[in-house]
């Protein structure tokens, strides 16, 4: 019998106006700005969770990324909620919207945006759609660090932690975004979990 | 009402509703529109933000913003004036 291995069992890149599903382009837009691919992409979608539209861009930009990732390959049953984490990292922290919220600060300070001026929050979301209870951390980096996702999530896998994990980057600024998200699980055969595979798809 | 009920879709980014979607009488939190505590205070926000009006007393939220009735009822009520 095979030795269990970090096998990545399904992938989801979004940038350039693209998207792809395990490699393939899923989804090509025509978006002059971020603004308008993500509510784009959400019509393509068509997931039925209105709460998406009071999400700012980075949430937004993770929740459809992790909609596409688990969508037709992950299997929720098979896992206790508790055990399934999500390992988040980008470079811009949750600036695109703390400047969004400074903006309101001299007039009216918005409490919606106040709620979303932290980077983790987008785990946060995902998290209460799937109902994901398991750890969580949300790194930043000047860029992905693969190395350090692989690292970390392994070492996640490895202690009993969890037992599957979405884990990758979600980075927006203004109109330059990046997501790459990774579920890793513990399987027999299939993509194994390295840096190498994780900058592969990264950089489709 | 119907403007009211556009600023109400446009502060809390509502883009899967229409005004003709909520009712005047509609429950906005729980049941109805199902708003939750960030929208109270985006509602509050709302009535300083476009008709002047602060709402001083917390304890007045519940009634004041049962539904869009009672709050346009409210702001025509307090208009102009420092509540």
């Known amino acids: 019998m095979?030795?269990?291995q970090h096998i990545i069992t399904a992938s989801c890149v979004i940038g350039n106006d693209k998207v792809y599903k395990n490699g393939e382009l899923l989804f090509e837009g025509n978006s002059a700005n971020v603004s308008d691919?993500?509510?784009g992409l959400y019509d393509f979608l068509a997931p039925d969770y209105p709460k998406f539209y009071k999400m700012d861009n980075v949430s937004k930009l993770g929740w459809l990324a992790?909609?596409?990732l688990l969508k037709g390959s992950f299997e929720k049953t098979a896992y206790a909620?508790?055990?399934?984490g999500v390992v988040f990292s980008n470079s811009n922290s949750s600036l695109d919207t703390d400047l969004r919220y400074f903006q309101t600060v001299s007039g009216y300070p918005s409490p919606s945006l106040f709620v979303y001026t932290l980077p983790n929050i987008v785990i946060g979301e995902v998290c209460i759609r799937h109902k994901f209870q398991g750890e969580n951390?949300?790194?930043i980096f000047e860029k992905f660090q693969a190395d350090f996702i692989r690292q970390y999530t392994g070492g996640l896998l490895d202690t009993g932690v969890v037992k599957a994990c979405i884990c990758g980057w979600v980075e927006i600024l203004a109109n330059e975004y990046k997501a790459?998200?990774?579920?890793?699980e513990q399987k027999n055969t299939g993509l194994e979990f390295t840096a190498a595979n994780m900058y592969r798809?990264?950089?489709? | 009402m119907y403007d009211l009920k556009t600023q109400l879709i446009e502060q809390l980014n509502l883009q899967d509703k229409k005004p003709e979607d909520i009712g005047d009488d509609e429950a906005?939190?729980?049941e109805g529109l199902g708003l939750d505590s960030i929208d109270a205070l985006e509602l509050i926000v709302l009535l300083q933000q476009n008709y002047k009006i602060k709402l001083a007393n917390a304890e007045d939220g519940p009634k004041v913003f049962r539904s869009v009735r009672t709050m346009a009822e409210y702001i025509t009520e307090h208009q102009g004036k420092t509540v």
């Open chain 1, 201 to 204: 798809l990264f950089n489709l």
């Open chain 1, 137 to 139: 951390a949300f790194f």
């Open chain 1, 37 to 39: 691919l993500l509510p």
């Open chain 1, 180 to 184: 790459a998200v990774f579920l890793v």
């Open chain 2, 28 to 30: 906005l939190f729980k």
């Open chain 1, 66 to 68: 992790t909609e596409i």
């Open chain 1, 2 to 4: 095979n030795k269990s």
């Open chain 1, 81 to 84: 909620l508790e055990d399934v």
